[in-house]
């Protein structure tokens, strides 16, 4: 409204919502959730706005910083999420789940970890579960005889073989540095398993940013950048104007390592392509100690919590519900999302594998970056982006981790 | 000899200009002739082969969406903040040009010192007052911000424009029976029209085009102002650059006929700020 | 006709007179009364808490922090980040007055020179700065896309693909990719403030170095550009500052990176707030920014005047 | 009741004072001009008159009343600034009316006033254009229409024609002679530095002088009517001043005083009666004699008597009249003006008469030693 | 060799036609003025010249060189701006050697002639000073010296006296002079529209029209010497022109011509003969009778023949001469200046008695009828 408190009569009570969805279609279904909820809640009115993805994170910041969030609110869970959750501005949603177990009971328990902390639950999953893989075009594949690579071994002779075509194998675009991050994340996973990280940053003892396992990370990064992995300006391209995604679509890449919710949008922006496209894991690492079938993502990314300044955090509650129940679900997957809820059937092809990749999962790690706390995080991205450079070695990134780890120790 | 070098710069004159205006008019071309294409010709012709066929649809798709509301928007916001602009600092142009009072010069330093405070350092304390008077995401939290960091530059340039009133005008409308007030409103600021409609398109086209305080104190797209538009639409049509760069295209069209219209005042009336370092 | 009026008498003299002093007394209050109170409210009081929450280690959320005394700015001096950041702003500085203003002014000598369609090249040298900086990001990624973009396209058209660069993503060269852009964006603008100050010129001194024989450069070099100082002088110190605080193109098109190659202070102060969310220490940049500014204004000024050859 | 009064007035700023012990009495519809070089204080004189600039010591009255600290526009004084400071934005009809509106003089009241002074100063068809769309005599028209609409006590003037060319300022002196006439009750005051102008225009010369001179004898030189300050000068610098070219001052001694007057020689030996009275002065006190070069008669052959000598070194011929350079350095000139053309320069010196009546005597002071009679103007029939 | 002849020349800007069929012919050393009203396109010629504008059509030659297309450096002139158009950043060393450096005259001879030109200046002191530290005058002696170093074949001065005060105006006036008489080979062209300055430097006044006319009648109204135009004015335009205040135009009807001159009547019916050829015309032809106001002589009583009539409106007094008005339209104006003061006005009118050979006499056409004889100027000794 351009004016200030113009329009509503006194009786409306108003609950404010953020969220970065703009895709037209998402947006729909979520508001498809709100007028549900105004329809079951006579008197309440939400107010949504939707944010484009980096800024939101500045704008969340600065709401918070205010102490004047939105009533509900997405986030990525982890690491930000909990700084809010730390300063007592989140509400703990732990005795509404208890009150309505069977609800609670609907989602997938890998699905909380990212909005869980000191036991307490603090957000609900409610967009799609959303792991990493590596997407490649079928049709540049089969025209030059690869298949799919199952160990790092393999893919460093994909690579080796579509170079010699003059094929990017990878195209990245780490402006932002998050999607870079995601590399060395597996790398790590797959080398150490989910627990080295887990001890490193929880300052668990004998836990540390120099473990092995980030320095062989590093390397084994450092090398498939050396191999020519990565089509060119990977590290300046723009992941939000679709710097990667038009190296896939015009042929000049290969594979892109990216979080499923590329599929939607690939089907969104450039239909006819989307059919050439498959997916497969990120490959094993021979004698590594992490299960090859661990995935790293966030399950039912975004979380929407409620903020504790909301004055009807049990209308909020029930928001929330209605955000996430069958119905949502169900309009969800109609927008190609899932959500971490059990027993979905699905019938798309793509979202039916993410399922059963899913599904087998030992371990489900968190993006680092969200994962961290913020400060920390900053640095992972800084760093990753220098090993992906080649700017620093494995060694001195390691160490540069380590120390950011401890001042924000001794800080806390 | 001294024939040849005489024309050698007369030539050299129409080569320079001829280049510069390719090296501004040619992203901006790109721009406009991108807008026109489709999205699978960005993919498979080159970048700076000209569209199939100048087509109008992404302009159309633009259009039909929410840009006018932006538009709107943004045409209120930067009405309103210019006008205030305006007032506001040629009352104190006035004063510290003509007043005598204690301290004036130490405060028209201080006042133009304000140039140099980084806006950024600002966001948080305005975001915090914004919400406290109840006008987050109104377009009104923006003109206070607006006007304020606009104030330095505008009454530097006023001053110096006020300074070149003749003073007899000043005294004859004191025979006339004025007394300061007056002698502002009816005399000072009617002549100071050439310096302030440089003010007022100077700070149009630099809001127009503000960024950052909009992110920050609007949410909902009701509230939403050009550039604002131009990040969203980015986050919605994600690597759809036709239909971004005609977005571009639209949000900076208003500000070219702006410009063209005034673009004789702005030439003169910058001469108050430039000529007195 | 008659010079008769109704004098007014001599206490109504005495009246309006005291009206019109009280009037004149409180005439320079009301005038600043706006302007000081809206500046005072939206840059003297943040700049001020900012300062104060340099001595803050805080997240910036729930309240207060806690107080840590010199503690940041202690982090600050050992800060390489922040002093690469500096010293990107101060290549950045550099390369405007260097670049920006040299073709401002032979763009302006252009357009002075120029009669014929003056007016349609005005317009079009302006448009850079008629374009946002989110909309110039959008539009220079593009231009600067490795793979895609009409740059390094058109260099391996000309058989230059040696030439073709990784603009924005290769630290060696994102910094001058983006100054590139900035002064891009700019030169308009004080292409303006020169063209404004050559119309002043007067024509008489021109035609007076013609007769004295003196070719169009010795004209330029000689008489053209020494009127200008004065207004090369501003320019300088506004390209300074405004190169010091500079933070639009840079957020958008690089976002400081790759590997902070393009940090600037403002670009590392807001990641420092807004994703790092430390609140303390982004003031404490903040707060030093200010005051680096601030001494460079000064010094600026200072020599500037003390190489001022009186026009 | 428009009479200005000016008692022991004096004029500072900051540590300067340029104007001192300025006692003036301007009569009732009295046209008075304030003459003077350029920053003697002429314009800082008016405007404390207007009240623009506050007097800084001393008393002034208009009409009786004394008005140091009146507001300028309830002092019933109007203006007319030597660039006119025609409000640009404002139309003709906008400008005069604007200060009636000040006053919140009624609506068709402010439009008569308007159009009767329209009317009297033949603008009337110009009252929609705005200032710079007017010629420079048209402007003046502008200014002083602004003045007469407020009806005012007295119209003071700041050399409101120094903008203007030749032709035209000989045509607005009419005009404002004019204004004088129709306008018999207000007085007027009008400053200006060209001698022509003040000559043909005032009732009253007030002749100012600056520098160091101001604080040992005052601001004001000598004030009186035109010819009196043309014939009568009361020193070395109003006789200076007035006339053109300049008078010419010659070293000479005196020889005798008597009640008949002064007998004076000059350097190169000839001797001058002047009709003044130098009786207190003792013979072979060093003077100096002041002619006019109008008053420089070329002598018809043999006369012998009154006369000066000069050899002529160079002539400038302008139809009219010509000059003759009767000395070479150029800091010291002598000039004789002589009617009609002169082509051919004689060899030797020439003889040129001077009447004694055209004669003037100054003291080491520069003081005008006494005049004895008064025969110099003369009734026309 | 430093001689300037322009043939036929025009100069047009765009479509509009300021100067046309422009016939000149400025001799080696003579000093030229070029006179007339503002806007007639003096300054125009003088910049054709120069070589700073273009000559749309015709034949410019200096010293019988065809210069049109040459550039203005190598043109061997030199020019003095209205405003100096001194370089401000420069020294008034730098000022005058600018020329000389561009020409890449050897150091010790830029010195040299520095130097000379400086002590004929006499501004040696000043060299190292920057304009904006000079007076008025002492910036027009440093343009002057500017123009001086170049040994120009012609100096040209377009007004350079406008922008200083009456009293330097003269002096520099007279410094200007005596540059003509240190370079008696170089040619002078001088524009200005103050007569007074036209007719003290002339050798030869060449008097431009502005207006629709120029198409018509060519832009020069009359060249010739000051006396020439002031005497034997060409017509009616130059007459008006000339003279301060201008000459009387009087309708007048023809009442018989012969070889001894012209008679006829003003409309109050008084006779007047004028020496000049009106056979041409017949009796009854209406005419315009010229007549100066310092040649209306107030007649002794019982002059009746050529005499003039008239009611005097008013009078200024100027200590050595007054004005009388002698007609109350000012547009029409006829005044006449009689020496001395005038204190009292004469009921009905007075006789004024005008010289034969003081009248002129013009057609329909505005042309000045042939004069007869030439009798005006005298020998002076
Ligand atoms: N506001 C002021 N502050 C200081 N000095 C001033 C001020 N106004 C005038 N003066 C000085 O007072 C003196 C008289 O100035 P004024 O303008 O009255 O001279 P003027 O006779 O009008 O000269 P002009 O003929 O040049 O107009 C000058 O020496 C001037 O420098
Ligand atoms: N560059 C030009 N373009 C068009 N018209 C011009 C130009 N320069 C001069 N004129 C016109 O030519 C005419 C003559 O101008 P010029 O400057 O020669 O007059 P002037 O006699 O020197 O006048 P003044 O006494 O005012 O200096 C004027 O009507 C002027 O408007
Ligand atoms: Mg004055
Ligand atoms: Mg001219």
């Not at chain 1, 092995?212 to 300006?233: C, N, S």
């Not at chain 1, 927008?335 to 971490?340: H, K, S």
Request: charged content about 20%; glycine content about 6%; overall charge negative.
């Amino acid at each position: 409204s351009i004016l200030p408190l113009a329009g509503y009569s006194q009786d409306v009570k108003t609950l404010t919502s953020w969220d970065l969805q703009t895709q037209e279609d998402t947006v729909k279904v979520i508001r498809n959730g709100m007028d549900r909820f105004e329809a079951a809640n006579p008197g309440f009115k939400v107010e949504d706005s939707h944010f484009a993805n980096d800024a939101y994170k500045t704008k969340l910041k600065i709401a918070f910083g205010a102490d004047e969030a939105p009533c509900i609110f997405s986030s990525w869970g982890g690491g930000p999420l909990r700084e809010y959750i730390k300063s007592d501005q989140v509400v703990d949603l732990t005795p509404y789940l208890d009150e309505n177990p069977e609800f609670k009971d609907r989602f997938m328990p890998a699905s909380f970890t990212a909005v869980t902390y000191e036991d307490h639950i603090y957000g609900l999953p409610a967009e799609t579960s959303a792991v990493g893989v590596i997407i490649y075009n079928k049709e540049l594949f089969a025209e030059n005889d690869i298949t799919p690579p199952e160990t790092w071994d393999e893919l460093m002779d994909v690579v080796a073989q579509l170079q010699e075509k003059n094929i990017a194998p990878f195209a990245l675009a780490n402006k932002t540095k998050w999607p870079g991050s995601m590399y060395f994340v597996y790398l790590a996973d797959r080398i150490g398993g989910p627990e080295t990280f887990l001890n490193a940053a929880e300052r668990a003892p004998g836990g540390s940013f120099e473990d092995p396992t980030f320095i062989k990370a590093g390397e084994m990064l450092q090398d498939l950048v050396k191999a020519g992995g990565f089509a060119r300006g990977y590290n300046g391209l723009d992941y939000d104007i679709g710097g990667s995604r038009r190296l896939l679509y015009s042929g000049r890449a290969a594979m892109e390592l990216m979080g499923t919710w590329e599929f939607s949008t690939i089907a969104n922006e450039n239909p006819d392509f989307a059919d050439k496209i498959g997916f497969f894991p990120f490959p094993s690492v021979e004698g590594g100690k992490g299960d090859p079938n661990n995935v790293v993502g966030t399950l039912g990314d975004n979380f929407i919590s409620i903020a504790s300044s909301c004055e009807y955090p049990d209308a909020a509650f029930d928001l929330l519900m209605h955000l996430t129940d069958d119905i949502a679900v169900e309009k969800k997957l109609e927008d190609n999302g899932i959500m971490p809820v059990k027993n979905l059937e699905v019938d798309d092809p793509f979202l039916s594998g993410v399922m059963d990749m899913v599904a087998d999962a030992p371990s489900v790690q968190l993006w680092y970056d969200q994962e961290l706390p913020p400060a920390l995080a900053e640095v992972h991205k800084d760093t990753t982006q220098q090993l992906l450079g080649l700017s620093i070695t494995p060694e001195e990134a390691a160490a540069a981790m380590e120390a950011a780890a401890k001042a924000q120790d001794s800080s806390n | 000899m001294a024939h040849r070098s005489f024309k050698l710069s007369r030539l050299s004159i129409p080569v320079l200009g001829l280049f510069w205006l390719a090296v501004t008019t040619l992203p901006f071309l790109f721009v406009v002739f991108t807008s026109m294409k489709t999205l699978q010709e960005t993919y498979t012709n080159p970048v700076w082969a000209l569209p199939e066929s100048f087509s109008l649809d992404n302009y159309i798709r633009v259009i039909e969406g929410s840009y006018l509301t932006y538009l709107r928007n943004s045409a209120f916001v930067i009405t309103i903040s210019v006008i205030l602009i305006v007032i506001v600092s040629s009352m104190a142009a006035y004063a510290l040009a003509r007043l005598k009072f204690r301290f004036n010069t130490a405060l028209f330093g201080l006042i133009v010192a304000g140039m140099i405070v980084p806006l950024h350092v600002t966001l948080v304390p305005v975001y915090l007052m914004t919400r406290a008077m109840g006008l987050y995401d109104t377009l009104f939290a923006l003109i206070g911000p607006y006007v304020a960091t606009s104030l330095p530059v505008s009454i530097f340039i006023l001053t110096e424009f006020m300074r070149q009133v003749p003073r007899e005008l000043e005294e004859a409308a004191l025979l006339d029976g004025c007394g300061p007030f007056k002698i502002f409103a009816k005399i000072f600021f009617p002549l100071s029209t050439p310096g302030i409609s440089t003010v007022a398109i100077y700070n149009g086209i630099m809001l127009w085009n503000e960024f950052v305080f909009a992110y920050v104190l609007t949410s909902s797209p009701e509230t939403r102002t050009l550039p604002l538009a131009v990040w969203e639409f980015q986050g919605q049509y994600a690597a759809d650059i036709p239909t971004i760069l005609a977005v571009v295209t639209l949000s900076t069209l208003p500000l070219i006929i702006v410009y063209a219209i005034g673009q004789e005042r702005i030439v003169n009336g910058m001469m108050a700020g430039s000529l007195k370092g | 006709m008659s010079s008769a009026e109704i004098a007014p008498t001599e206490s109504g003299h005495r009246q309006s007179s005291r009206r019109f002093r009280r009037a004149q007394k409180v005439a320079p209050f009301v005038f600043l009364a706006p302007a000081v109170l809206l500046l005072l409210v939206f840059l003297l009081y943040p700049l001020v808490s900012s300062f104060r929450l340099s001595f803050v280690s805080w997240n910036g959320l729930g309240d207060g922090g806690d107080f840590v005394g010199f503690q940041n700015w202690v982090r600050l001096a050992h800060d390489t980040l922040f002093w690469r950041s500096a010293l990107h702003n101060i290549l950045l500085a550099v390369f405007s007055v260097v670049v920006q203003l040299p073709i401002a002014v032979v763009l302006a000598v252009v357009l002075d020179e120029a009669s014929k369609g003056s007016r349609i090249l005005k317009i079009l040298y302006f448009l850079p700065l008629l374009m946002s900086s989110v909309a110039l990001g959008v539009l220079f990624k593009n231009i600067y896309d490795p793979n895609f973009g009409p740059i390094n396209g058109i260099l391996s058209e000309l058989g230059l693909y040696s030439w073709t660069q990784d603009w924005l993503g290769d630290p060696r060269l994102a910094l001058a990719s983006v100054i590139a852009v900035v002064s891009w964006q700019y030169i308009p603008f004080y292409m303006v403030l020169f063209l404004a100050a050559l119309s002043s010129f007067p024509r008489e001194i021109t035609e007076a170095a013609r007769l004295d024989g003196a070719s169009g450069r010795t004209i330029f070099w000689r008489l053209k550009l020494p009127h200008l100082q004065g207004t090369f002088r501003t320019a300088a110190l506004l390209v300074l500052i405004g190169s010091m605080r500079y933070f639009d193109l840079i957020y958008v098109m690089t976002g400081g990176g790759p590997e902070n190659a393009s940090e600037v202070m403002a670009t590392y102060m807001y990641r420092t707030v807004f994703a790092s969310f430390e609140l303390g220490y982004g003031s404490t940049i903040a707060s030093a920014m200010f005051f680096i500014i601030m001494a460079i204004s000064i010094v600026s000024l200072r020599v500037s005047q003390r190489f001022e050859t009186e026009v | 009741m428009t009479s200005i009064t000016l008692n022991n007035v004096e004029k500072s700023f900051g540590k300067v004072t340029v104007l001192h012990d300025i006692d003036l009495m301007i009569e009732d519809g009295e046209f008075c001009v304030f003459l003077g070089p350029s920053g003697c204080g002429k314009s800082t004189l008016l405007r404390m008159i207007a009240g623009i600039e506050t007097v800084t010591s001393g008393d002034l009255r208009i009409g009786g009343e004394r008005m140091n600290d009146v507001l300028p526009s309830e002092r019933r004084v109007a203006m007319v600034f030597q660039n006119y400071a025609l409000y640009p934005h404002m139309s003709v009809y906008e400008n005069m009316a604007f200060g009636l509106k000040q006053a919140k003089t009624p609506k068709d009241e402010i439009a008569k006033r308007v159009q009767i002074a329209a009317k009297t100063l033949q603008i009337e068809p110009l009252l929609e254009r705005r200032p710079k769309e007017l010629s420079g005599g048209q402007r003046q028209r502008v200014a002083i229409g602004r003045a007469i609409v407020r009806q005012p006590a007295v119209f003071l003037f700041d050399e409101p024609l120094s903008n203007l060319d030749a032709a035209l300022r000989v045509h607005m002196r009419t005009e404002i002679a004019n204004l004088h006439r129709d306008f018999p009750h207000a007085s007027m005051i009008y400053v200006t530095h060209d001698q022509t102008e003040a000559m043909a225009l005032a009732d009253k010369i007030v002749l100012l002088r600056s520098g160091e001179d101001v604080l040992t004898k005052g601001s004001i030189a000598q004030s009186g009517s035109p010819l009196e300050l043309y014939h009568r000068p009361k020193n070395r610098f109003v006789a200076g001043f007035l006339g053109s070219p300049s008078m010419n001052f010659l070293p000479v001694t005196l020889v005798n005083a008597n009640t008949e007057g002064a007998t004076v020689r000059l350097a190169s030996g000839e001797i001058i009666d002047v009709p003044v009275d130098a009786r207190t002065l003792s013979a072979g006190a060093p003077l100096t004699l002041g002619v006019r070069p109008e008053h420089m008669v070329p002598a018809p052959p043999g006369t012998d008597t009154q006369v000066i000598r000069k050899v002529v070194h160079s002539i400038e011929n302008f139809g009219e009249h010509s000059y003759l350079y009767l000395s070479d350095t150029p800091d010291e000139p002598c000039i004789a003006k002589v009617a009609d053309d002169v082509l051919e320069t004689a060899e030797g010196p020439v003889a040129f008469r001077v009447r004694p009546s055209a004669c003037h005597l100054f003291d080491a002071n520069g003081d005008a030693l006494p005049y004895l009679a008064d025969a110099t103007s003369r009734t026309f029939a």
